[in-house]
């Protein structure tokens, strides 16, 4: 069973920068992926960045590359989300996910999900 409580989430004008945090009940050694997905009202859930706990590696949609940063804190097992150069379109509920094994971009591969935090990005 894994965890995740997020938070971070809020206002925030285009152009301005966020930082969104997600810590994760990891115990040592565990090998699981780590995801960011966010939900906007009348959408479907879309991925935008994942994590691998061992090794590091990323990957992310294009709508946020170059804009949103994925990383990790093993010491802390928490994973975070920068977000920089926000536009009104990532306006959305933001989720952290989690699943066992390797990385990938379909919310329907994650098994384990927080609650969800609000992101809203004024013009």
């Known amino acids: 069973q894994v965890q995740l409580v997020e938070?971070?989430?809020?206002?925030?004008q285009a152009g301005g920068s966020l930082r969104l945090s997600c810590a994760a009940?990891?115990?040592?050694g565990d090998n699981y992926?780590?995801?960011?997905?966010r939900q906007a009202p009348g959408k479907e859930r879309e991925f935008v960045a994942t994590i691998s706990w061992v090794g590091g590696n990323t990957y992310y949609s294009d709508s946020v590359k170059g804009r949103f940063t994925i990383s990790r804190d093993n010491a802390k097992?928490?994973?975070y989300l920068?977000?920089?150069?926000?536009?009104?379109?990532?306006?959305?509920v933001y989720y952290c996910a989690a699943k066992w094994g390797s990385r990938t971009a379909k919310p329907d591969d994650y098994g384990y999900w927080g609650q969800g935090t609000q992101v809203t990005v004024s013009s």
């Open 25 to 28: 009940s990891r115990r040592a």
């Open 77 to 79: 097992n928490t994973v």
């Open 82 to 92: 920068q977000m920089s150069s926000l536009k009104p379109e990532d306006t959305a």
């Open 7 to 12: 938070s971070g989430g809020g206002l925030v």
């Open 33 to 37: 992926a780590m995801g960011w997905f």
